[in-house]
């Protein structure tokens, strides 16, 4: 992988314009997320900066806009522009924090139980398999419902992030186990791990130093669209009152809010963040396809 | 001229490539007649699949044929519409592939395959076209061919389903038929026959069929005229006998040169001992004084796999491997393993080296005890690093992330064989000890060729200082000229550094050249083991003798003749 992306990369990438377009969308997004407080016109939860006589405003291109705020307000007086930018923050940290938690555990599963076979294998494997008999969702209903009912309030509110990425990561990391397991499969069957035992190198050092490296190929493919389903499951949490509280607000959140308007003429508050989500979502997903062509010498 | 079937003129096949078009085929020119078995040889990457794929019109995208003509029949192939290729193949021009396992469909009966392709190139009633399968099964010599028709493809061997993809390239009796490496997945006893089948149905058809190999053994025996390509261009043509016996081109005869003799042991693979550099004194470092002795012996040993319950009430059944009576081998010795595929001579050389335990019987090394007795960390490094592995596969056998050096110096870093500082320096003495260039470090296995990845692979068993060295058909994935090389390095390597070696092959042209003594397998057992000369001269058992008379010789054509 990393020595083709020396010679290859750039050649590959400049010759699919979706890809090119999808990978500065998020990169776009990633910069105006990370960089909320630069860039937002307004700090849309303070208080002390929002007004209840801006409530309301439309996008500036309609009548009766205010060019304070570029795509609206809401109800309170927020800055939309301002609170997606804030809470796809929220949607990119839970999307990537959870991922980086399943490929973790999903690795460590898949390698061990690749590596040893036999009984470890079975073992792990089957507690993958009644992992994944629970739906993502369910799995972080439930998360979220006992450490709600465990947690003080206030703890809980501010702990909101950290909770949906255990959660949605705890769920996820069965697909990562599977896709280790199978590729160690195939590594393991290489002379080069033979060569390696042959040497006398320890097990330890020939699973993370010799196989690692070459199973991060689909591992990295797998990721790229879990994270953009990571994304949307935050965001279904967020939309059923699970997620983030509604004082920092995510993009799912967001969304819940404005649709309660949606049918009041006030459009803005739930179009804007949906489209935001929906792009998010597939930029990651077009940009993940292209990895995995790229990576299948196949295809190419 | 009514005999010219095929014909290419000045072809020229192109794969573009945005750092610049590939040339693949160039200037070539050929002619097919009906009832001649045309060979086509080269190496690897001589272009020769692909001129067999361009007259089929399958030419792998993006390649395209940039220039000539190929003529069947008189009517020019260059400038048919696909659709009308498509029917041309079957109908007119056949082919049999190389690999048995995979060009037939694993999900039909050999039956259905056969009278399903009859019936469409033929254009008539199944049921007709079934008899015609069971009569075609029959020609291809299938015994009780009705009955296997309603077998699947992994019921049958690999010489048998090879028969069968013949009767299938036959099924709409074409005029050309175009094999592609037809015995190189097949094992030698099984080969003859195969190449036999196709010798007679050339000859009965009077088809015209153009044979494209590596093998010089193959092409010697069954063909009427050669073509010899390199790079793409035609290097030498002409009746086989000439070309074989009086090349004209120098190409031709450093091929011919190279290829082992199963008939004699040749000096050429005997160099003498360089003079030893400083890498050799390192190597040699810490190595017994001396040199006599057994490096190993067994009890007698069995492996058994288990099989698969058929069924979940089912008993679970094994599969015995290996079933081996005492074996030795002398320090400094070279013991030649052959048998044919599936006999168990990968698994006994992975028993005798540690790799993998046998099922009953037990290993015991001159220097370390037995290997059950091996319980320390510290033992079992130490016989670690006695004892290396070279293996088949260039490819599989170097982690592709891992650049040279890394590769290189892990066993050392490993073993404490030397310090950081010195490192970098004796890295590259060991690429230069095995002929490549000491700054080959900084490189990645993928940008080596499999010869010189195979360089690499010896130079990474050399950096532990072993003793004994199991090279496992070290020299199968490899050239016929980069093979010779292979050889002479490692029995040059050998005489240097006093190594003790297993050489486990399928070929016993190149076992011979090595070895001291050989051992023959056959279905777990050894069937006989004794001197490298005398076993050659006067084979001890029917089988060693079967699979000398069927090992194709360089220079001893079957001709038509024989086979009526």
Same mark, same amino acid.
């Given at each position: ?202 097990? @330890? ?42 004082? &920092? ?52 | ?112 395959? $056969? ?196 069924? @979940? ?5 094994? @599969? ?93 870093? @490993? ?53 004994? $060295? ?21 029995? &040059? ?54 699979? $000398? ?16």
């Amino acid at each position: 992988m990393f020595e083709k992306i020396r010679s290859d990369f750039w050649y590959e990438l400049l010759n699919s314009p979706v890809t090119v377009v999808s990978s500065f969308i998020i990169l776009m997004m990633v910069i105006g997320c990370t960089a909320a407080p630069i860039f937002a016109p307004h700090t849309p939860f303070d208080p002390a900066t929002i007004s209840i006589m801006d409530n309301n405003l439309p996008p500036v291109w309609e009548a009766g806009s205010d060019p304070r705020f570029l795509l609206g307000t809401d109800l309170q007086g927020r800055d939309v522009l301002s609170a997606m930018l804030y809470g796809g923050r929220i949607s990119l940290l839970v999307g990537l924090g959870a991922v980086a938690l399943s490929v973790v555990i999903g690795m460590a599963v898949g390698l061990f139980a690749g590596y040893f076979g036999g009984m470890t294998d079975a073992v792990l494997m089957r507690i993958a398999e009644i992992q994944f008999a629970f739906p993502p969702i369910l799995i972080a209903l439930l998360f979220n419902g006992i450490l709600k009912a465990t947690l003080p309030a206030d703890i809980f509110s501010q702990a909101a992030v950290p909770i949906m990425i255990l959660a949605i990561g705890l769920a996820g990391w069965v697909q990562f186990a599977r896709i280790v397991r199978a590729s160690v499969l195939v590594q393991r069957g290489q002379d080069y791990v033979t060569a390696c035992q042959a040497i006398g190198l320890p097990t @330890f050092s020939i699973i993370l130093r010799h196989i690692t490296p070459n199973i991060l190929g689909p591992v990295l493919v797998l990721a790229m669209l879990q994270i953009a389903v990571a994304i949307v499951t935050e965001a279904t949490l967020s939309f059923l009152g699970l997620g983030t509280p509604l004082t &920092e607000p995510s993009l799912g959140a967001l969304i819940q809010i404005g649709s309660q308007y949606l049918f009041s003429g006030v459009w803005w508050v739930v179009i804007f963040p949906g489209t935001m989500l929906l792009v998010m979502v597939v930029a990651f997903n077009l940009v993940a396809d292209w990895v995995r062509d790229y990576l299948n010498p196949r295809l190419r | 001229m009514t005999d010219l079937l095929c014909k290419t003129e000045n072809l020229q096949i192109t794969f573009p490539h945005r750092l610049g078009d590939f040339v693949a085929v160039q200037g070539f020119d050929m002619e097919v007649r009906r009832g001649e078995i045309v060979g086509l040889i080269g190496e690897s990457g001589a272009g020769k699949s692909t001129i067999g794929n361009a007259i089929m019109g399958l030419l792998s995208h993006p390649g395209k044929i940039t220039s000539g003509n190929i003529y069947l029949d008189g009517e020019n192939l260059i400038g048919t519409s696909d659709a009308q290729m498509a029917q041309l193949r079957g109908r007119r021009i056949g082919m049999i592939f190389q690999d048995p396992m995979t060009s037939l469909n694993p999900l039909m009966t050999v039956g259905e395959q $056969l009278s399903e392709s009859i019936a469409l190139l033929q254009d008539i009633a199944l049921p007709k076209a079934w008899a015609m399968a069971v009569d075609r099964l029959d020609g291809v010599g299938i015994p009780d061919a009705e009955k296997r028709m309603d077998q699947y493809p992994h019921e049958f061997s690999g010489g048998m389903r090879q028969r069968v993809v013949i009767a299938l390239a036959m099924a709409g009796d074409p005029d050309l038929l175009i094999a592609d490496e037809p015995t190189t997945a097949l094992d030698v006893s099984v080969q003859k026959q195969v190449l036999d089948l196709i010798r007679q149905i050339c000859v009965k058809g009077s088809l015209g069929v153009v044979l494209v190999t590596h093998d010089m053994g193959v092409i010697s025996e069954t063909a009427d005229r050669i073509y010899v390509m390199r790079h793409g261009k035609l290097v030498e043509t002409g009746p086989t006998e000439q070309v074989i016996e009086a090349p004209s081109e120098q190409y031709t005869k450093d091929l011919i040169a190279a290829i082992p003799s199963i008939d004699r042991r040749e000096d050429r693979f005997v160099n003498p001992p360089k003079k030893t550099g400083e890498i050799d004194q390192w190597l040699l470092k810490g190595g017994p004084a001396h040199n006599d002795g057994d490096y190993l012996t067994t009890s007698a040993l069995t492996k058994d796999f288990s099989i698969r319950k058929t069924s @979940f009430w089912g008993k679970s059944s094994s @599969f015995r491997a290996v079933n081996v009576e005492a074996l030795t081998i002398k320090r400094g010795e070279v013991l030649g393993l052959v048998g044919e595929s599936g006999s168990g001579k990968s698994t006994l050389g992975r028993i005798l080296t540690g790799l993998i335990k046998p099922s009953t019987g037990s290993v015991s090394f001159g220097d370390h005890g037995a290997l059950a007795d091996i319980k320390s960390a510290r033992a079992r490094k130490a016989l670690r690093r006695d004892v290396q592995v070279v293996f088949q596969d260039p490819y599989s056998s170097l982690n592709s992330r891992m650049r040279i050096d890394q590769i290189l110096a892990e066993p050392i870093q @490993f073993h404490g064989l030397a310090g950081k500082a010195e490192m970098g320096h004796l890295v590259g003495a060991l690429l230069e000890r095995v002929g490549l260039p000491a700054d080959s470090g900084r490189k990645f296995p993928h940008q080596f060729s499999g010869g010189q990845r195979q360089r690499i692979c010896i130079a990474r068993a050399l950096s532990v200082r072993p003793r004994f $060295l199991l090279c496992d058909e070290p020299t199968s994935a490899l050239d016929v000229s980069i093979q010779a090389d292979m050889l002479a390095l490692l029995m &040059e390597l050998r005489r240097s550094l006093g190594l003790t070696m297993l050489f486990v092959s399928h070929d016993l042209a190149v076992v011979r050249q090595v070895s001291d003594r050989v051992a023959v397998m056959k279905a777990g057992q050894i069937v006989e083991c004794q001197d490298a000369e005398a076993l050659y001269n006067a084979p001890g058992s029917n089988y060693t003798q079967m699979l $000398l008379d069927t090992a194709p010789r360089v220079g001893a054509r079957n001709t038509s003749e024989q086979i009526n």
